[in-house]
T-cell receptor
Framework: RKEVEQDPGPFNVPEGATVAFNCTYS??????FFWYRQDCRKEPKLLMS???SGNEDGRFTAQLNRASQYISLLIRDSKLSDSATYLC?????????????FGTGTKLQVIP | IAGITQAPTSQILAAGRRMTLRCTQD?????MYWYRQDLGLGLRLIHY???????GKGEVPDGYSVSRANTDDFPLTLASAVPSQTSVYFC?????????????FGPGTRLTVL
C-alpha cells in the first residue's frame, strides 16, 4: 500500500461546479498535512495547510480526519484557472529530518 | 535572483556521462532537498540537507550524490547516468527542518538519458 494515495483523475468539471478530492495516508504517526498545486510542466506550489479543525481559504476548504486517515480538499465555484494537478502531502519527523511524502496527484480540468 | 533557481532547464545526456544539476536559493533557508518526479510515481526524495555541511539520503538515493558547501547551493551529481534516471528533477528549500514549513520549489530540470 502506498503511503499516500490519491485518485489520479482526471476530474473534468464545468465552471462554477464544486469538486472534492480525497487523499488517504497509511502512517498514523503523520504529523502535518498539506495540499500543493502543480500546473502543467511547472513546479509544485503550496496551496494550503490542512488542520484537524478544518480550514478555509476563499473558495478552498481543507479537512483532516485523523481517525480515518484521510484529507480532503473542496473547491467551490470552480474557475478555469483552477485547472491543475493537486498533490496531497503528508509530513512526519523521521531520523532527524522531515519525511515528506507526496501523493501522485489528482488532475483537475475545469471546462468552460 | 529571488527564490530558487535550477540549471540547466533541460538536458539530453548520453548514458555513462557525468552530470551535475545546479540549485541555488537566496532565501537563506537552512534545509534543501532534491526530488525526482516520474509519471505515476509522484515526487520522490533523492537527498536532503538539513543545514550547510550536512546531507542525508532520501527514498531513492542510488546513483546520485550531493554536497552542501554553503547555505545557498545544493548541487546534485549523477556520476554515471543511466536511462532510468530520465526524469524531471526539482530542487526545494524550506525555512526549518524540525518544524516543517512550506517547501519552495525551483522550476525543475528535465533530464533525458539516452
Amino acid at each position: 500500500r502506498k503511503e499516500v494515495e490519491q485518485d489520479p483523475g482526471p476530474f473534468n468539471v464545468p465552471e462554477g461546479a464544486t469538486v472534492a478530492f480525497n487523499c488517504t495516508y497509511s502512517n498514523s504517526a503523520s504529523q502535518s498535512f498539506f495540499w500543493y498545486r502543480q500546473d502543467c510542466r511547472k513546479e509544485p506550489k503550496l496551496l494550503m495547510s490542512v488542520y484537524s479543525s478544518g480550514n478555509e481559504d476563499g473558495r478552498f476548504t481543507a479537512q483532516l480526519n485523523r481517525a480515518s486517515q484521510y484529507i480532503s480538499l473542496l473547491i467551490r465555484d470552480s474557475k478555469l484557472s483552477d485547472s491543475a494537478t493537486y498533490l496531497c502531502v503528508v509530513n512526519k519527523e523521521s531520523g532527524g529530518y522531515q519525511k515528506v511524502t507526496f501523493g501522485t496527484g489528482t488532475k483537475l480540468q475545469v471546462i468552460p | 535572483i529571488a527564490g530558487i533557481t535550477q540549471a540547466p532547464t533541460s538536458q539530453i545526456l548520453a548514458a555513462g556521462r557525468r552530470m551535475t544539476l545546479r540549485c541555488t536559493q537566496d532565501m537563506r533557508h537552512n534545509a534543501m532537498y532534491w526530488y525526482r518526479q516520474d509519471l505515476g510515481l509522484g515526487l520522490r526524495l533523492i537527498h536532503y540537507s538539513n543545514t550547510a555541511g550536512t546531507t542525508g539520503k532520501g527514498e531513492v538515493p542510488d546513483g546520485y550524490s550531493v554536497s552542501r558547501a554553503n547555505t545557498d547551493d545544493f548541487p546534485l551529481t549523477l556520476a554515471s547516468a543511466v536511462p532510468s534516471q530520465t526524469s524531471v528533477y526539482f530542487c526545494a528549500s524550506s525555512d526549518s527542518v524540525r518544524n516543517y514549513n512550506e517547501q519552495f520549489f525551483g522550476p525543475g530540470t528535465r533530464l533525458t538519458v539516452l
